[in-house]
């Protein structure tokens, strides 16, 4: 029996319901998936193997799963920062993207998202932005597994002059994009419950769950929208979004910082999923979301960076590390959010706010082969007592030493195999010279 | 005129009073000390130079300062996590503590922690432990650049089994390394207000401010430390240590989490300074520090990681970044520590709190050439607005590429130059199996 690829002599993390750690583990992959993960003792022969991974001892995982992106948005990094909400959007980045957003600067942009997720670990992404039809022929191309949310705002947006078409251009993009390719699922991103109608938001939720799409929504982010939510409907957004009957289980909020104990339960009874941003929510100085809370009523947190205007960077290992602290800090208490948790939070976790929980997020026979390697051999990483705790509180994304999406090697010894990465990186560089300018 | 060194092709960020950016920047060094810092158009040959190094477009900055470590706590990396604190000490780094650190395992751990700390761009450290001399003697060999205090309690400790002896120990340490080297700085470390008697603390601070010692001290850290001295004393931690006269200029306040209004007010009227750990605060679940009210009574706060026990690791780039996301989050302000802030915080900061600000902390001519150059070309560096944005939120201890400490290479090109990776990996995990058992 010959396989695929074969990735050897590292600890297995499988992320699955038993957290099983296997040393000395082998996995084989067959057509995209894994046909077998076990222990192997390094002086025993190989199956024989059309290609090989030696993981020198480190550690084989599941690509992580990164549950809030906007990729393009890779193009802003650092354009602006450190200021206040309103002056940060108005001023800066709602400027930028009316006069730098369109399907070239778009593509180029989210190739590099791809780039920067693939060498950092990342093997799916969720993401909203406009043109994302763009966004899929590059996430597509690359290689990366994607669900890929066609943004909706009551107002002109980049590719969407006119309002009024923003659900029918967000279907047509769904429809091209549905069966077309194995690693792209597409989906619908209401920006927020402040800038779509209360037309606009059930009339896309109909649509995506009469398509079973991911419909995705930033929800209760600052005290300015729940503000804003009370002042109009005398609710909280969450209860607002389910009033209109916009949670169910393929909901996916992104944010949950301004929620209360009835929000939390609502999301629970709801089955809502939640993407949990924090890098983001305490850089715009959003707050603090409730984390422990929400994972106590048992809901399904994933995480996510948001884009890179807001973060500044796609590292899911460095956002593992904030997410396990910023609660230990916010609660006071140390045990909240444990190394493990955070981990699934960021595999297994990710994949189940996605929908896609029985292909992803963990390493079992039959799912996808959907796998990264962790370089251990740097003195950051020594000594190595349990490899959860050093995934989260010591690892960061340039420890990722290869990747492999559905079978498919797109990283090789921390180098893309499958890009020109002096030719992106120039590219990007003469698009921001005109943004920075 | 010949150099010992040119470092050119890069944006030269000085960290200067006007905190001065050189596109295009060349620095030269001589004799251990910036001798030229300029612009140099890239087409105009260099000055005659024995060494080169080329920053190919990327950022030369000033070597970071770490002000708070316990060096070989590296050993006890990821040995124990995600637990109440007082079980975490009591059943895991305490034992721990007695039964592997010994001069032996003290000098491989620090020498993991300089590999480290060179890797990620940390030219100077603080660090506080048991057999500093041990740990002077590693990272003198090494090369770094350190203020490194003997440990005082009030108990038994490792290398000091009669604590009447602490301090006399303490001293000993100190007048062998006072006039030994010119980068080892030795100090005191009373290891906390509820550790060390009331006289141990007074005769230390004397005996260290008749040296010109630097003095630290861990200080309202907890809630618990609060507790304690407010039973005991009546007192807040700062106003005991305070009423004990052990707060002056030469004062290293590390942690400062429970401190109030009364509080900042005497650190800023004594002159203290405070080393800031947002990271070992937030996991071991302490609390917030009020940086930005430090900030605002102009209290010199330096930045720094802790032991690798508690955080886990010992990269300051994520330290600026957790710094830069902490305060925002706790203050619901987005323009309190900026990037600027931040990176001043890690560098001419630092230098102040160690009272080595006219030596390191900044790119001056005259100071110390402790510079560190920083890759640019990856991804997520990519596109670059502001530097000082990319150094806090885009970058992480991996981008840096060389290391210069008092003019001498300790990393070119991501490797270190001085010391042979695997034999010192090599003997660590060897104490790291004893330890793990």
Redesign the interface.
């Given at each position: 029996m010959r396989f695929d690829l074969v990735v050897h002599n590292g600890t297995i993390v499988t992320v699955n319901a038993a957290f099983d750690l296997i040393p000395d583990g082998m996995i084989a992959i067959r057509e995209g998936r894994l046909a077998r993960i076990e222990a192997r003792s390094p002086d025993l022969p190989l199956p024989p193997a059309d290609a090989l991974i030696d993981a020198r001892g480190g550690i084989i995982m599941p690509g992580l799963v990164n549950t809030h992106t906007h990729l393009p948005m890779?193009?802003f990094?650092?354009?602006a920062?450190?200021?206040?909400?309103s002056v940060?959007l108005d001023e800066h980045i709602f400027p930028a993207e009316g006069r730098h957003i369109n399907p070239e600067s778009v593509r180029w942009g989210a190739l590099?998202a791809c780039?920067?997720m693939a060498?950092?670990g990342t093997t799916t992404c969720c993401d909203g932005y406009f043109y994302e039809d763009e966004v899929a022929e590059a996430v597509a191309g690359f290689g990366l597994r994607a669900v890929l949310g066609q943004g909706l705002v009551d107002f002109p947006a980049p590719g969407v002059p006119d309002p009024a078409r923003n659900i029918s251009t967000a279907l047509a993009y769904a429809a091209k994009w549905q069966a077309r390719s194995a690693t792209i699922c597409p989906s619908l991103f209401c920006h927020a419950p402040y800038t779509c109608s209360k037309a606009t938001l059930q009339k896309a939720k109909a649509a995506a769950d009469a398509r079973g799409l991911l419909f995705q929504i930033h929800a209760a982010e600052t005290?300015n929208e729940w503000d804003q939510i009370q002042a109009a409907h005398r609710k909280t957004p969450i209860q607002y979004l389910d009033q209109l009957g916009i949670l169910n289980s393929r909901t996916l909020l992104v944010h949950c910082v301004w929620i209360n104990a009835e929000d939390i339960e609502t999301i629970a009874a709801r089955g809502a999923k939640v993407s949990h941003n924090p890098?983001s929510?305490?850089?715009?100085?959003?707050?603090?979301a409730p984390i422990a809370a929400l994972l106590e009523k048992e809901v399904t947190v994933g995480l996510g960076t948001d884009g890179c205007a807001s973060?500044?960077?796609?590292?899911l290992f460095?956002e593992m590390?904030?997410a396990?602290?910023?609660h230990?800090?916010d609660?006071?208490?140390?045990?909240v959010l444990?190394?493990r948790t955070v981990l699934e939070m960021a595999t297994i976790g990710g994949a189940r706010a996605l929908g896609l929980e029985t292909a992803i997020g963990s390493l079992e026979i039959g799912k996808q082969a959907d796998v990264i390697v962790i370089d251990t051999?740097?003195?950051?990483l020594?000594?190595?007592?349990?490899p959860a705790?050093?995934l989260v509180?010591?690892a960061?994304?340039?420890?990722v030493k290869d990747v492999v999406v559905a079978g498919r090697i797109l990283v090789k010894d921390r180098e893309l195999t499958n890009l020109d990465?002096a030719e992106?990186?120039a590219q990007?560089?003469r698009?921001?010279r005109a943004?920075?300018t």
């Open positions: 890779t193009l990094r650092g354009l920062d450190d200021l206040p909400l940060w590099l780039a920067e060498l950092s005290r890098g929510n305490m850089k715009l100085a959003a707050g603090i973060n500044n960077n796609l590292d460095q590390d904030l396990a602290k910023l230990k800090a609660t006071l208490d140390p045990t444990n190394a051999r740097r003195p950051h020594v000594p190595l007592y349990h705790s050093h509180y010591s960061n994304g340039a420890d990465l992106l990186l990007v560089n698009i921001s943004i920075g």
